[in-house]
């Protein structure tokens, strides 16, 4: 229900934002890479789930806690602005020394948000704020809520065609993993902020 609510705040927000950026803006594309804090829970998570369902198991995981993101945002002459996203994306493949079968998890969020935006040239420092849904799956993935995220950076505009831009966020959205208990038995879930903290750096065309 809060999600929902979330959601609505933000429909509301953009429907303000119309009203008072009366003039022309423009269009900005940014590419971002960014690291991910969440990516090690999901590792540590996976590990342990095949440590306890193959007996005698030695897991080896290649965890990529860098994903790629595309953020396009449409900004007004008055300094807000308006964007979705889809990422970043998350990979992780896992394996034990027993010959198991590999064990896989990928997500894809996206998410839409509102900005302010203190200047529009040279050092411009920004907040955002808004909300991300997740698409995951993998072996132990059951299911994912919407969370509110909220970021503050600050893009570097010069005469140029691309810009560069630097920014940190927190995200509030989870997914829910099976929890295999010692015994080798699915007994329990747990909830995870894959994208609980991002540092990324844009390149912005």
Known sequence: MKS???FFQIVACVGFMYSVSVTAGEWRFPLAISYIGGTNDIADLYSDNIEN???G???SSLVIPIGASFHPYYEFDA????GVGIGPAMVLSAKSNSGSRDYDYLNIP????IR????????????R???R??????DYEIGDNIGMFYGVGVEFRTSSRVNLGVEVAQDNSEIEFIVVDQFGDRSGSKKIKPTDLMVSFYVIF
């Open 57 to 59: 198991a030695d897991v």
């Open 53 to 55: 369902e193959v007996a």
């Open 129 to 131: 704020a808004g909300v």
């Open 4 to 6: 929902h609510s979330a």
């Open 79 to 82: 300094g807000f602005g308006l």
């Open 116 to 127: 302010y935006t203190f200047s529009k040239t040279g050092f411009a420092p920004y907040l």
């Open 133 to 138: 849904k997740n698409n995951a799956s993998g």
């Open 110 to 113: 996206v998410n839409i948000d």
